[in-house]
């Protein structure tokens, strides 16, 4: 399974994960068979044939898959701002010590 | 100027990106004695293609990031000399792409674009000045799972975040490289897209790209600062990365800017190599 934290802090705390604009997927799934970390689920039966189940098992920084998606369908938390949240939290940490 | 290559393209079919490569390849093809290779023809029979894929430099043409004609190059065991991405271009000019499979005016006008670009761009093959004067030394710690061993450096002025990215670090300088495990993990290495000299790069910024026929790894900068130079001999033999991606395969060279602060988001050795060995137990069980 994934790592629980990222640089020390708790996974759960950082947004970091992709988005599917359904407006754009075509269900190829060429994501799901590219991520290794079971990040994505596909209902078979469901108008809405793939989520994102496990947003925590996504890397963060990763954008991997983004790269295999034909049309351009997922997009991701802007760097700059998921940087700056982990350091204010790993502060927030020192501060509880 | 692109002549005398073998152009594989998308076969132009499913997407207006496609459609572009596709008629973008023709339009090389009528300028200068370039040849195309046709992607479904060449699926199924190597005889026709083989002699001039082998002697001729290689230009991709891949019509969206599914990149059909980069994986069919991959499984050809081709190597490639120059690739563009008609869904990427599009982007960077600010083209939004249409559903169509016919040309108009938009479709026309970025073609036009992106021939001379690519005409352009070849004629300055010159590397651009890189000061490159850094040496590093390497002290390795190895582990091994199954046939695969991986090296990790162990000195003190590597650094790494848990991206699979080193930098090691002299002065307000850094050398950054991927780990054994993204060499590994992407196996056969094919293409890389280096990072642009002179570019301002954050923590955890894109620094180039990785390419294998399995995926595309995004180079996440352990530090931040400005590009002052790239691994040129990367760009003409990706391979060096499987052989070695620390002395041989390092990716850039970067002025650092913040080290101080970028350091509470770097582990060193200890940890990377705790986290690096789950990553491979994980993956190869
Ligand atoms: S790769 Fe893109 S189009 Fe294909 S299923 Fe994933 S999000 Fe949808
Ligand atoms: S970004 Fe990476 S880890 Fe996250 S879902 Fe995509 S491939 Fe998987």
Known sequence: MSETTFMGVERSLINWKPTIDYSKCDYCMECVEFCPHKVFEVRENEEIRLIVKNPDNCVVFCRACSKTCGVDALSFPDKNMTTQRIKEIRKEMETHD | ?285
């Open chain 2, 1 to 285: 100027m692109i002549d005398h290559f073998a152009i594989l393209p998308c076969n132009g079919l499913d997407k207006c990106a496609g459609l572009i490569s596709r008629e973008l390849a023709l339009k090389l093809c009528e300028s200068a004695e370039n040849e195309i290779l046709c992607p479904v023809f060449y699926r199924v029979s190597d005889k026709k293609y083989n002699k001039i894929a082998s002697e001729r430099p290689l230009l991709v043409i891949d019509g969206c990031l599914t990149r059909c004609a980069s994986k069919l190059a991959a499984e050809k065991g081709l190597k490639i000399t120059k690739k563009i991405i008609i869904a990427e271009e599009a982007k960077g000019h600010g083209i939004k792409l249409n559903d169509n499979l016919r040309i108009t005016d938009q479709e026309q006008s970025l073609l036009e674009t992106l021939f001379d670009e690519l005409n352009k761009n070849d004629d300055n093959i010159v590397p651009p000045p890189s000061e490159s004067a850094m040496s590093c030394e390497f002290l390795y710690e190895t582990f091994q799972n199954g046939k695969f061993i991986f090296r990790i450096p162990k000195n003190g002025e590597v650094f790494f975040n848990e991206n699979d990215c080193w930098a090691y670090v002299i002065g307000n300088r850094a050398r950054i490289g991927v780990t054994d495990f993204v060499q590994q993990n992407l196996s056969d290495i094919l293409y890389f897209t280096p990072p642009e000299i002179g570019a301002e790069i954050d923590q955890f910024g894109e620094l180039g790209e990785i390419e294998s026929s399995k995926s595309v790894f995004e180079l996440v900068s352990p530090v931040s600062g400005k590009v002052i130079s790239i691994n040129e001999k990367l760009v003409g033999k990706p391979e060096l990365l499987n052989e070695n991606p620390y002395e041989l395969g390092w990716v850039a060279e970067i002025e650092l800017t913040k080290f101080e602060d970028d350091k509470e988001l770097l582990i060193g050795f200890d940890k990377y190599f705790e986290i690096m060995k789950k990553k491979v137990e994980e993956i190869n069980g």
